[in-house]
């Protein structure tokens, strides 16, 4: 069980928790929520032992691992199924010391204890997890490098799932998710067998995987069990009952009140008064539940509307620089009230098209067409890090406004929820949230026709969602959305487009038939494996000729006979490296030669680099031979083995 004892916790004298209690079961899955700032990350970073509290204590077993997703994984040469692999230190310490142990007794302890941890079958769950977050068998090959910071948050994510540590904390797990991923990690949270604490505003996740909620607010943290809806619901009963007693209270006080005023000068009943003085002393205030505002998002609509379509694509292609197109035969159109959400898998084009339709990119085929003074609003989340960590959302609004007075420029921050102790804070001091928001401002500022929203909830808390679902439904322009926030995709788009197999079409059903068709297609891609490795289980059997030994007998048998096997498949994963590494290198070259300037202006260099391909061709031909002959050795030798 995690304890958290009267838990007390301040940032630049700042304090975040004053007096927090709470005790969660082993093996409960828990949600965070409050609103952004609370302290929910800070939380987690304390439990995880990154901060120490200034006052009471985090306690738990001993023996309990703690798995927490702090930061992305490193872009180094590292392939991402080795990168996961190297998050359980223990087997591969186990195998480092497998290869090099010549004591028999030994070599069997090592093997009985990867049989334990099932270390033998971690390749295939670590490509499971893997693959369940976007990562085909090509990509899990590819260096850490070759992917970009949320891809590689993702490999971290992945990381920490092969661990199973017995207490796992996700903060915000579906920000670098598509919906399909989404899915995926709500199936697999819920299977999870260990403790789960999980930071999200996503309402789907929280009524689909957690068991309670655990919520933030003016330092203390309550649990209530259920999902998020019921905690809502609760939350809401139990404010509306207390403002009951509340009001119950003041009339009672106001009653010994009276009674002592009234007769506290009268000697008769000047004992009753004092008791009555004594008891308004113990009554105890109900504290007033008064929930912290949250700023509306106040979205300004188009000056003059536009007659649709607003925006047309011809038979449109599109891609980057001199590449193959990532999107083509486009032909789509736009109306001036228009709300469309783009579904599909992440390194579909989803954002590619966003960027298509909002002019940051041109097409490289066929046309788009948009009306005349069309006015195009573009929010990404990549933008946030690129507002000026030294300006205000003040300093910003002076550039869009520059002949406004003071007074006006605050009231259009204003609009935004940004009052006057947030409009001069530097962006480097602002939360994730309140970038978002800056970021929503600027983007919405020239009143657009077509606002282009590219997950715009990551940063944002429940409400805040809430908010922007309010003011998406008030906006007259038209909207075209990425999410993967299925109830503000729900709540806001009467459209959906599918971006799948280079195209984008119009999709025939609403959010929950995707969704039921992603998790169909997921299922049968499960039943698929399962069948290949009951197949592949089937051909077993070696322990039933060994059936009059004790069961550790068996075990140390077989650990002896996999030690015997072990420098084959060494050598076969020697082999693979090099193919890999040769393969790579080719494929560098062959990027090079593909300049054709490159020819004009350095004929010589070009004539040096072809000849090393071919170098490196017949190297990578000897060295595919030499893998193919490690594969049937230890395919031979583990066939035996296995019969």
């Not at 971690?122 to 990509?139: H, K, N, W, Y």
């Not at 004539?607 to 031979?636: D, M, N, P, S």
């Amino acid at each position: 069980m995690l304890h958290i004892n009267d838990l007390v916790f301040r940032i630049e004298g700042k304090l975040i928790f004053d007096g927090a209690t709470v005790a969660v079961p082993a093996g409960h899955k828990v949600g965070i929520v409050g609103r952004n700032g609370v302290g929910k990350t800070t939380l987690l970073r304390l439990i995880n032992g990154e901060l120490s509290p200034d006052d009471g204590g985090i306690s738990m077993p001993r023996t309990h691992r703690i798995g927490y997703v702090a930061q992305e994984a490193p872009g180094t040469d590292v392939s991402l199924i080795d990168w996961v692999l190297s998050a359980d230190s223990e087997r591969g310490a186990l195998l480092a010391e497998a290869e090099t142990a010549i004591d028999p007794h030994r070599i069997a302890e090592i093997q009985i204890r990867l049989t334990d941890i099932r270390a033998h079958a971690a390749p295939a769950r670590a490509a499971q997890i893997l693959a369940g977050l976007g990562f085909d068998e090509t990509a899990q090959r590819r260096p850490c490098h070759a992917f970009s910071g949320g891809w590689r948050m993702r490999v971290a994510l992945a990381a920490v799932l092969f661990l199973e540590p017995e207490v796992l904390l996700l903060d915000e797990p579906t920000n670098y998710l598509d919906m399909e991923g989404t899915l995926w990690l709500e199936s697999y949270l819920r299977s999870y067998p260990e403790t789960v604490l999980i930071v999200s505003h996503d309402r789907d996740l929280l009524n689909t995987v957690v068991g309670s909620i655990l919520h933030v607010e003016k330092g203390r943290l309550t649990l209530y069990t259920g999902g998020y809806d019921q905690f809502e619901e609760t939350r809401r009963e139990r404010q509306r009952l207390e403002l009951k007693l509340k009001k119950k209270q003041d009339d009672e006080r106001r009653r010994i009140q009276a009674f002592i005023d009234r007769f506290r000068a009268k000697a008769s009943k000047a004992k009753q008064a004092q008791s009555r003085v004594k008891a308004l002393a113990r009554m105890q205030p109900i504290a007033e539940q008064v929930d912290e505002h949250v700023a509306p998002f106040l979205l300004p609509n188009p000056e003059k509307m536009i007659a649709s379509p607003i925006l047309r694509l011809e038979n449109a292609a599109v891609g980057y620089d001199n590449g193959p197109p990532v999107l083509t035969n486009l032909d789509l159109r736009i109306d001036h009230d228009d709300r469309i959400a783009l579904l599909g898998q992440n390194g579909n084009g989803k954002s590619t098209f966003a960027k298509l339709i909002s002019g940051k990119l041109a097409p490289t085929h066929g046309a788009v067409r948009g009306a005349a003074k069309i006015e195009v609003g573009y929010f990404a989340q990549h933008q946030l890090d690129e507002l000026n960590p030294t300006k205000s959302p003040f300093d910003y609004m002076v550039e869009l406004l520059p002949e406004a007075t003071e007074a006006q420029r605050r009231a259009r921050l204003g609009m935004f929820g940004f009052g006057v102790d947030k409009a001069d804070t530097k962006c480097a001091n602002l939360s994730g949230g309140e970038k978002a928001r800056l970021l929503l401002a600027i983007t919405a500022f020239h009143k657009p026709h077509l606002l282009i929203l590219d997950e715009p909830t990551n940063h944002l808390d429940v409400d805040s969602r809430e908010a922007l679902i309010h003011a998406l439904m008030a906006y007259e322009g038209a909207v075209v959305i990425i999410s993967h926030d299925r109830h503000l995709v729900a709540a806001t788009a009467d459209r959906l487009w599918l971006v799948k197999g280079g195209s984008v079409e119009a999709y025939d059903g609403d959010i929950d038939s995707y969704r039921s068709e992603l998790l169909a297609e997921r299922s049968g891609r499960a039943r698929s494996n399962a069948a290949s490795e009951s197949s592949s289980a089937g051909n077993g059997g070696g322990e039933d000729k060994v059936a009059l030994q004790s069961r550790a007998e068996q075990r140390r048998a077989a650990a002896e006979r996999r030690a015997e096997i072990a420098p084959l498949k060494k050598a076969l994963e020697a082999a693979d490296m090099t193919v890999t590494r040769l393969a790579n290198e080719i494929s560098k070259l062959d990027v090079i030669l593909a300049d054709a300037d490159l020819y004009i202006a350095e004929p010589e260099r070009v004539q040096k680099l072809a000849v090393q391909r071919g170098q490196l061709a017949q190297q990578l031909a000897t060295a595919e031979e030499t893998w193919l002959e490690a594969g049937e050795a230890y395919e031979q030798a583990k066939a035996a083995f296995e019969n």
